[in-house]
């Protein structure tokens, strides 16, 4: 007589099938969070050479051809309104550096609206922590 038995599949093997699926998805989830933080920071990258270029622009004017205008000013300010020479040096420098301070604000202001190319990345990285917290409730409610 040949009986023929079959072994039910063992709960441990069903567990390690799971978590070997789930070890995949994590990989693959984390390889392409990775392309897209990758493309986000190129996009970033190429949206910040502009405000960077002003920034640099900006600073290069202050530090070579301001000081000379500055001085230039106060001897207009001196000869023409009969400043005290204090007066007409502390306006003009004064004058530059707000001058300076604007310019390096617009850069600052357009340097920071380049690095919202990575709210993308974030929003899909909070998407996919999402799952992995409601994949996880399910695994423990399912015990």
């Known amino acids: ?20 699926q789930l070890a995949g998805d994590l990989l693959e ?3 392409l969070h990775w392309e ?8 970033a990258f190429r949206r910040s050479l ?4 002003l920034i640099a622009l900006g600073m290069a004017g202050s530090i070579a051809g301001l000081p ?6 106060a001897s207009v300010l001196m000869e023409q309104a009969g400043w005290s020479p204090w007066a007409a040096y502390l306006l003009s420098g004064a004058g530059m550096m707000v001058l300076s301070m604007v310019l390096a604000g617009i850069g600052a ?4 609206g380049s ?3 990575f709210s993308r990345s974030t929003h899909e990285l909070s998407r996919n922590l999402a799952w992995l917290k409601s994949l996880a409730r399910e695994t423990s409610t399912s015990e």
Do not use: N
């Open 29 to 31: 989830m984390g390889e």
């Open 115 to 117: 690095l919202r190319s």
């Open 36 to 43: 897209l933080a990758r493309e986000d920071s190129k996009e």
């Open 1 to 20: 007589m040949s009986s023929t038995y079959q072994r039910a599949p063992s709960p441990l093997s069903g567990l390690v099938r799971s978590s070997a």
């Open 50 to 53: 502009t405000p960077m270029a």
């Open 68 to 73: 000379l205008l500055g001085m230039a000013l």
């Open 109 to 112: 202001r357009g340097l920071r």
